[in-house]
């Protein structure tokens, strides 16, 4: 699991659902972001990070 996600987006308030329709992705996938079941492409990494305020590339880090 991503924690530090999860966290980032509940300290914004945000949903998996408002996560996902502001990143243009369906929440399905964005939930198995968090979960670490997928990583995203650098793509969808850059519209995450643009959502919740954090430098896209942290996903690559782990």
Avoid: C, H
């Amino acid at each position: 699991m991503r924690s530090w996600l999860k966290e980032l987006r509940r300290s914004l308030s945000y949903t998996q659902d408002q996560v996902a329709d502001k990143s243009g992705i369906s929440r399905a996938y964005y939930t198995q972001i968090e979960l670490n079941n997928r990583t995203p492409s650098p793509k969808v990494a850059m519209e995450i990070g643009k959502v919740l305020e954090f430098d896209w590339t942290r996903f690559y880090e782990e």
